[in-house]
């Protein structure tokens, strides 16, 4: 069933977020902002509209009386919980429009700490992975700090750039696989030390792209862990955006206080909620509560 959704929200930046969340549960709708895109043109399409509004923009008497309930986007205390949103626009009659069938799982590891510590932390992770038909690893790293063996090869570099041709559909990732000695099917390492950077963040997002869909598809159960190093923060959003869980690996308690990490944290929890990111430390490997007040903003999508 097709519908629209009408974002009431004048900051770019928090309607490209609300945008990019909301589609990924509801796949159908027609997601506009009145404020910037053409109006009416999807009603043609539509089966009914759903509004959300920031009363700091506009009032809600200024939409149309024929229109559902209108939802206002922020709560009390100005944050937006996109998890409060979505289950008022769900309409109680037709609970399909979010139901997403998802197999496997989309893992991510971004490592600050010494290899042998993201190994460790990496083993006891895969004990809480699912038993899926398929586990994938993707090293996203110097040849140096990646786990290589002889078994597992150097075919990374292969596999980066096989995906960018449009003929390569994302089941064509095994075919780069072997297994290694942790039961993980990966490509291994790439070949040269420093292709992940030679060959562009893009072709990294690309890649990341068709893991996520091979681990969201309903054909195979497959489980993708994707270890990722040395990107630019401002990159990482976009690497991210498509997983379920990013794991944050700290060494020592003390670094949360370092503003350098605040500052990360903040903009990924921005980005894509606090609720698929886990901070760990190396020294006890123990999930912190890591978002107080002073890394929340008044208007901070969740």
Partial sequence: MAFTIRIYEKNGYIYSLLRRRLSCFFPDAYIVNPFFDEQDYEDRFS???RVLYDPADINEEAFSANLSTSIRLTD???VIDCARIISMIKPKEDTQLITRKISGSFTAVIPFVCS???ERFIRELTTRLPDADFNIRLDFTSKLRSSWHSRSGCNMTSLLEACRSRRFVPGDILKYCNMDDSGFLTPGSTANYDDIN?????R???LMHHAAQLSHSDGRYVCVLAVLEGFRSKDLPDLLSECDKAYILLPAKNAIEDLGSKDLLSMLTKSLGSERIEVYYAEDHTPQGIFDNSLSQRRLVV
């Fill in 204 to 206: 990294s997002v690309t």
């Fill in 76 to 78: 009390d205390g100005g």
């Fill in 116 to 118: 042998d510590e993201r």
């Fill in 47 to 49: 089966d009914f509209t």
């Fill in 198 to 202: 030679d060959l562009g963040v893009s």
